[in-house]
């Protein structure tokens, strides 16, 4: 099979995503971060995906502006969409979670460039509490030569000596974690392996996160909003209903007591199709967001109007940080591709 790489070369290259433009070009985009922060060194970086420097970041502005596209609030996205006001082209930009880097390395570009921005704070990472599982498991595999499992039935040692050996064992817990324990016994399972390893869960969310005396510094800036993200950071869908609006209702409840607002735009967490599904598209509504985001890949089509708590977004990807494929992305092809050229994928 072919690598994702190789297609997108190949669609570069031959000019094919030109071809393809008036078939897969939305009237705007909603583009997806989560850290922008230097390069690092590290051979092994299992989440180099959720990471871009802030000189790719800023090439990708200066590259969507000078193609016409017109960088605007995701409030102003949400009037437009109701309005049927395409006009223009339009892109709005979201950092999902609220890394401090976001505040520290992001936002003086967004500054100098006039470039609306919203980031997607989950309460319980603002507060330190979450477990931000993903960043943890780097952590303990990149430290140590082998970690020892011992949840349940499961005792198992997995080597994590070599560079190889990391990814593998990343690969294998990420996927217990998030696929095969439910949303309450991974939270167990990595404050286990924390322990064991020795690791402080909240210090290193303190380190990573912006607290809410910085999300309150940025949402003093006029470029800025911040929305909800839900209390603990879970793939609602994995949770019973009533587990998934007290997540939703709580974070929203802790936002406006922290920053003096109920949010009105919302990212599901992780948002693939087995994170939010139509329920949870629902139960936002029902509960009073104008409008969610998820990370289904898409452009935005007039269509969208339908489905404003299901909207898709733009991955910007680190482990592709060329200009050229942000222009494909920015043409919409590789979205199209993988949606079959449907213009909605909201079910
Ligand atoms: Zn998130």
């Known amino acids: 099979m072919l690598g994702y790489r190789t297609v997108m070369d190949a669609l570069y290259f031959s ?16 583009y997806m971060l989560h850290r922008v922060l230097p390069a690092r060194e590290n051979a092994f970086q299992p989440n180099a995906l959720l990471e871009v420097t802030p000189e790719f970041l800023e090439q990708v502005i200066i590259d969507n502006k000078a193609a016409g596209i017109e960088f605007i609030s995701l409030g102003e996205a949400y009037r437009r969409l109701r309005e049927g006001d395409f006009a223009r082209r339009f892109a709005v930009v979201t950092l999902d979670d609220g890394y401090r880097d976001n505040l520290q390395n992001a936002y003086p570009i967004f500054a100098r460039h006039n470039v609306p921005f919203t980031v997607f704070a989950s309460s319980g990472i603002a507060s330190g509490t979450c477990e931000l599982w993903w960043l943890a498991l780097e952590r303990i595999i990149d430290e140590n030569r082998e970690v020892r499992l011992s949840f349940g039935d499961i005792k ?6 070599t560079v190889a050996d990391k990814y593998a064992a990343f690969a294998r817990l990420s996927k217990w974690i998030a696929c095969e324990l439910d949303e309450h016994a991974q939270r167990r399972a990595i404050r286990d392996m924390a322990d064991g390893a020795g690791l402080d869960l909240e210090g290193m969310c303190r380190s990573l996160a912006m607290d809410w005396d910085e999300l309150r510094l940025l949402k003093s800036k006029p470029l800025a909003t911040i929305g909800g993200h839900t209390l603990g950071h879970h793939a609602i869908a994995r949770m019973s209903e009533e587990d998934a609006r007290d997540q939703i209702w709580q974070d929203m409840e802790r936002h406006q007591h922290e920053l003096g607002d109920i949010p009105e735009y919302f990212a599901f967490p992780y948002g693939g199709r087995t994170a939010a599904g139509v329920r949870d598209f629902e139960l936002v509504h029902n509960l009073g967001y104008k409008l969610a985001v998820t990370t289904r890949p898409g452009q935005l089509f007039p269509g969208h109007r339908s489905y404003l708590t299901a909207l898709p977004r733009v991955s910007l ?5 060329k200009r050229r494929y942000a222009e494909l992305l920015r043409e919409g092809t590789p979205l199209a591709i993988y949606n079959g050229f449907r213009k909605i994928n909201a079910v």
């Open 15 to 30: 000019g094919a995503y030109r071809a393809l433009a008036p078939l897969s070009r939305g009237c705007g985009m909603i």
């Open 156 to 161: 198992e040692t997995l080597a994590t000596d």
């Open 317 to 321: 990807n680190g482990l592709f940080q």
